[in-house]
Every structure is written in structure tokens, then in C-alpha cells.
């Protein structure tokens, strides 16, 4: 059972075109990570929400967290090729002193110049 | 600042050995997580680490296992190797707690013929 699901997983656009991406559970998360991957490297963490109806700005890119801290999305405003990754949502279910993330299905995204 | 390293970056095994991946965290980091990333999905959880004991554990059989060194360094050790182990194994290092965001290296990408 897939307990984050990303849609689109596949998107192709074109340089200076928007796009969001969006990140769906039932469950509820204490806070929502998103990463980017880019091929033979590792997630690189973008950004932490952590408040219901929480809004970061990171340059061009805007994430929000849902109200009910069960979905988030992510907005790029006139993309660049430099923004071609995996886009990866991971939400923090744990309790305690454990951080276990759970990680949503993935985004492809390919910017063409 | 060191970020988080693994070693080796690269191996071949067959199917029935063991195979022992390497991890050093990011300095003041506490906490180590192990994650499974097969082709095409994003990462899953495998176990976590804080002060040299298990703290969490994924949907792994027992012949995942892993260390913690007091230096915070930590081993994720897999035995009788099948086929389906093939996959981008990654280290992630996080102070541990609650919403602490978690820092991975670029993983060690196991193939197993």
C-alpha cells in the first residue's frame, strides 16, 4: 500500500512554462519533506513544512502543505532546464526520537531548453 | 561541513552473499536511516539509528541488518543476497527527532547477477 501518491509522474514541458506537482495520503504527517533527485546522486532536501496551510517560498518554487497536513504541493513558476529531477515527497509519520519517512511514488520532470 | 558519505558507490554480488554497505553521517548529526530505492520508485524505509541502537525498523526481512558506531557512522549488512535486492541503497543522517530533516549521500547502487 502506497501511502503518498504523486501525480503527474511523468511531466515534459517546455523552458519558461509553470507547473505544479502534487502530493496526496489519507494519512496524516507531523511534516512534509520534498527532495530532488538527479541521477546517481542522492535526495537533496528543498524544503520542510510543518503547520496545516504552511506556504514556503524557495526562489521560483512554492510549496504548500494541506490544512489537514495530508497532502502538499509543489508549484515551479517558469521552469528551466536546470529544474529537471525526480521530485520526491516524504512525509514524517513517527513519534518520539524516530524520523522514519515515508516517500511518495516520484515526479519526472524534464525541462526542455 | 562534511556532508553524508557512502562507500562503495558501486557493487557486484550474486545471488546467496552477503554484502555490508557504509555510511558516515554529516557531523552533529545523531541519527542514521537506511533506505531502499529500486529503479523507477522512491526510496523505502529500512531501519533507523540513534545512539548505536535500532530504532525503527521497515517492512525488511531480518537478513537486513545494520550498526552504529559512537562515532555515528552506522553499516547496513544484507545476507543470503536475492535477486530483488538490486536496488540504490541510501544513508540518510538527521539530529534525530521529530520534523528534523534528513540528509542523504548519494548511495551505493547494488547489482545482483
Known amino acids: 500500500t502506497q501511502l503518498l501518491e504523486q501525480s503527474p509522474q511523468f511531466l515534459s514541458i517546455q523552458e519558461g512554462e509553470n507547473l505544479t506537482v502534487y502530493c496526496n495520503s489519507s494519512?496524516?504527517?507531523?511534516?512534509l519533506q520534498w527532495y530532488r533527485q538527479e541521477p546517481g546522486e542522492g535526495p537533496v532536501l528543498l524544503v520542510t513544512?510543518?503547520?496545516?496551510?504552511e506556504v514556503k517560498k524557495l526562489k521560483r518554487l512554492t510549496f504548500q502543505f494541506g490544512d489537514a497536513r495530508k497532502d502538499s504541493s509543489l508549484h515551479i513558476t517558469a521552469a528551466q532546464p536546470g529544474d529537471t529531477g525526480l521530485y520526491l515527497c516524504?512525509?514524517?509519520?513517527?513519534?518520539?526520537?524516530?524520523?522514519?519517512?515515508?516517500f511518495g511514488t516520484g515526479t519526472l520532470l524534464a525541462v526542455q531548453p | 561541513e562534511t556532508g553524508v558519505t557512502q562507500s562503495p558507490t558501486h557493487l557486484i554480488k550474486t545471488r546467496g552473499q552477503q554484502v555490508t554497505l557504509r555510511c558516515s553521517s554529516q557531523?552533529?548529526?545523531?541519527?542514521v536511516s537506511w533506505y531502499q530505492q529500486a529503479l523507477g520508485q522512491g526510496p523505502q524505509f529500512i531501519f533507523q539509528?540513534?545512539?548505536?541502537?535500532?530504532?525503527g525498523r521497515g517492512n525488511f526481512p531480518p537478513r537486513f541488518s545494520g550498526l552504529q558506531f559512537p562515532n555515528y557512522s552506522s553499516e547496513l549488512n544484507v545476507n543470503a543476497l536475492e535477486l530483488d535486492d538490486s536496488a540504490l541503497y541510501l544513508c540518510?543522517?538527521?539530529?534525530?527527532?521529530?520534523?528534523?530533516?534528513?540528509?542523504f549521500g548519494d548511495g551505493t547502487r547494488l547489482s545482483i547477477l
Open positions: 540518510a543522517s538527521s539530529q534525530g527527532g521529530r520534523n528534523q530533516p534528513q540528509h
Open positions: 494519512s496524516v504527517f507531523s511534516s
Open positions: 513544512v510543518v503547520t496545516g496551510g
Open positions: 516524504a512525509g514524517d509519520r513517527s513519534g518520539g526520537a524516530t524520523n522514519k519517512l515515508i
Open positions: 557531523s552533529g548529526h545523531n541519527t
Open positions: 539509528y540513534y545512539r548505536e541502537e535500532e530504532n
